[in-house]
């Protein structure tokens, strides 16, 4: 069974099964780059009217429609594709990992700010249909990606640098700043 819960984006929608949608962790797709997908599933979900990025986790979908679509036609759509696919495969919709999405700078300040994101902010993210990537560490400045419901939300400036940013200064003391990459 598929269930649904807002997001603070009103673009971006969860969908939530009690069935492994990634094995892999969290990555997310883009409209744009549909054209290079080899997962079929992902693929389709892209090619809905109005759908423009979604992201898979462990046992969640964030889909982030555009403005002119409705979530009255697209949320049955939605949860139509993901009943369908666990109707006819037992395996994940992701499984195996295509790309490498490791940090060439795995210094210790790194190892401290990535355990910092992966265990006290990415969870948090994550309830609201999100994620964040870390991208690079920089003269006291870290990067990172807001991906899913987070990408283009109005609070997330807020979030980065209100939540994000504290907590990271707190637990890193080599940490100055927060940017969106």
Not at 17 to 32: D, N, P, R, V, Y
Not at 143 to 170: A, F, I, R, Y
């Amino acid at each position: 069974m598929i269930q649904t819960e807002t997001t603070p984006n009103p673009n971006s929608l969860k969908f939530i099964s009690e069935k492994t949608i990634s094995a892999i962790g969290t990555e997310e797709f883009q409209k744009q780059n549909s054209e290079n997908l080899s997962n079929n599933f992902i693929k389709e979900l892209l090619e809905f009217k109005g759908v423009e990025l979604v992201l898979l986790s462990k046992n969640f979908i964030s889909v982030k429609k555009n403005e002119d679509a409705s979530w009255n036609d697209l949320k049955p759509m939605v949860i139509s594709h993901l009943n369908h696919y666990f109707e006819n495969n037992k395996e994940p919709i992701l499984r195996e990992k295509n790309f490498d999405n490791s940090s060439n700078s795995e210094d210790e300040t790194v190892k401290k700010i990535i355990d910092v994101l992966d265990t006290k902010i990415r969870p948090a993210v994550a309830r609201d249909g999100g994620d964040i990537k870390f991208k690079s560490f920089e003269k006291g400045v870290v990067k990172v990606e807001l991906q899913g419901s987070c990408s283009g939300c109005p609070s997330s400036l807020m979030t980065l640098k209100q939540g994000v940013q504290n907590l990271l200064k707190h637990y890193v003391k080599e940490v100055n700043s927060v940017e969106a990459n």
